[in-house]
Nanobody, 127 residues
Framework: QVQLVESGGGLVQAGGSLRLSCVGS????????LGWFRQAPGKEREFVAS???????YYAESVKGRFTISGDNGKNTAWLQINALNAEDTAVYYC?????????????????????WGQGTQVTVSS
């Protein structure tokens, strides 16, 4: 069974930074797209960024320039670097994966296109 486990969330002051991690297990991650989503109270789950095994990445307009997604195939691990945090970044952050994807990372900007999900990690930004 494929499992994804996120970590790295916490309470951070506005303007600070966090690096979230997602570790995969139970599957072959040689070809994949890994996505990060977030969900704030009362809002729908929102696409943040995605990356493919080949290195291509794609970002939501709302986070472009502040967030960076990266991955290491050998470690079955992906990261989301978040800089210049603001109150609107407060949410539960989830990683998701699809193995042997048919398209590039830009296609996987919707939650329904992913097969596996982590449990989420809470990011709270204080003023």
């Amino acid at each position: 069974q494929v499992q994804l486990v996120e970590s790295g969330g916490g309470l951070v002051q506005a303007g600070g930074s966090l690096r979230l991690s997602c570790v995969g297990s139970g599957g072959t991650f040689s070809r994949y797209v890994l996505g990060w989503f977030r969900q704030a109270p009362g809002k729908e789950r929102e696409f943040v960024a995605s990356i493919s095994w080949s290195g291509g990445s794609y970002y939501a307009e709302s986070v472009k320039g502040r967030f960076t997604i990266s991955g290491d195939n050998g470690k079955n691990t992906a990261w989301l670097q978040i800089n210049a945090l603001n109150a609107e970044d407060t949410a539960v952050y989830y990683c998701a994966a699809v193995l042997r994807p048919a398209y590039s990372a830009v296609y996987y900007d919707r939650a329904g296109r992913y097969s596996y999900w982590g449990q989420g990690t809470q990011v709270t930004v204080s003023s």
